[in-house]
């Protein structure tokens, strides 16, 4: 499908735009999973000082989507309607001095752990199993192998849906398992982060822990997002959903991962309706057989 043409309105508006805004751009080849309808609009800005400029002249009623590399990511097939913003090239400086970090969000995650470990910094490497970039890890408090987000960001950075700069501290984030407080609609475009001096020989042992349990453990290399859904207080999702009979369900030609059943896969033509129906299919048998009711660890953007 293709929606109206709002581009040109747009433009028109802000003549000094330095970014690319295009129309019914397809955002499916952005995700891992490969799947997806377009954007109504698409922009990707040059700078903080470019998006504070679009964001200042977009009407308030325009909806406004954020994306990062989609590793965590179902678009549906119908598109996403209104802008949907990728932070690009002018966003992944990643600078370490002292026992700090400072990183754009358009960083991959992996990248930052590999910097902090060249600086001797620690405290970072956790960021090394986790495939997707700051923003994302701001906005879901990512973590994996015993660290979060929260455990080293010193403050966030970006821009409010008005235009204007704007700087959280950790506790501001207010961070929660696999989420923050924090208004949606800030676009956050840089963080700073606090390790540890540490040998880096010492972190860049326990980053090659990281890669293997990813290598031996996820299917990493698969058309998938990631896991699916959060870990309830006191369970591992892929326990409930294994229990539950789910491994290897298959919908259309999407298929609960053989490898780790909180893994969802895109066989190779699955639609975004076949990956989104699967895990709606998963969440409803563990439901039935254990009472506790799984919740989306990724997201899930655009009309069906």
């Known amino acids: 499908m293709t929606f109206p043409d709002i581009s040109p309105g747009l433009k028109s508006l802000m003549p000094a735009l330095r970014g690319r805004l295009t129309a019914n751009q397809p955002i499916g080849d952005f995700t891992w999973f490969r799947v997806g309808g377009p954007a109504q609009a698409f922009f990707a800005p040059q700078d903080d000082d470019d998006l504070a400029y679009f964001l200042k002249n977009l009407a308030a009623d325009i909806p406004l989507t954020v994306i990062g590399v989609g590793s965590n990511l179902i678009v549906r097939d119908g598109g996403v309607p209104g802008v949907t913003i990728r932070l690009g090239r002018g966003f992944n400086e990643i600078k370490c001095d002292g026992d700090t970090v400072r990183a754009g969000t358009a960083a991959l995650d992996k990248r930052v752990a590999e910097a902090a470990a060249a600086a001797g910094i620690g405290g970072l490497e956790f960021y090394f199993g986790i495939p997707g970039t700051i923003g994302g890890a701001l906005r879901m408090n990512a973590?994996?192998?015993?660290?979060?987000?929260?455990?080293?960001?010193?403050?966030?950075?970006?821009?409010?849906?008005?235009?204007?700069?704007?700087?959280?501290?950790?506790?501001?984030?207010?961070?929660?398992?696999?989420?923050?407080?924090?208004?949606?609609?800030?676009?956050?475009?840089?963080?700073?982060?606090?390790?540890?001096?540490?040998?880096?020989?010492?972190?860049?042992?326990?980053?090659?822990?990281?890669?293997?349990?990813?290598?031996?453990?996820?299917?990493?290399?698969?058309?998938?997002?990631?896991?699916?859904?959060?870990?309830?207080?006191?369970?591992?999702?892929?326990?409930?959903?294994d229990a539950a009979g789910c491994r290897g369900l298959v919908v259309g030609d999407a298929q609960v991962s053989e490898m780790h059943c909180n893994f969802l896969i895109n066989l190779g033509r699955a639609t975004a309706a076949d990956i989104e129906t699967l895990g709606e299919t998963v969440r409803e048998r563990v439901k039935a057989h254990s009472g506790i009711e799984l919740e989306w660890e990724i997201k899930r953007i655009g009309n069906a």
Do not use: C
């Open 143 to 241: 973590g994996a192998n015993n660290g979060e987000t929260k455990d080293v960001l010193a403050s966030a950075h970006g821009v409010t849906r008005a235009g204007e700069a704007v700087s959280l501290s950790n506790a501001e984030m207010k961070f929660a398992y696999r989420k923050t407080g924090a208004d949606p609609s800030i676009i956050f475009t840089s963080a700073l982060f606090r390790g540890m001096p540490t040998d880096a020989e010492a972190i860049r042992l326990r980053m090659a822990e990281v890669q293997n349990h990813r290598e031996t453990a996820q299917p990493i290399r698969e058309k998938t997002g990631g896991s699916t859904f959060k870990n309830p207080p006191g369970h591992s999702a892929w326990k409930l959903v």
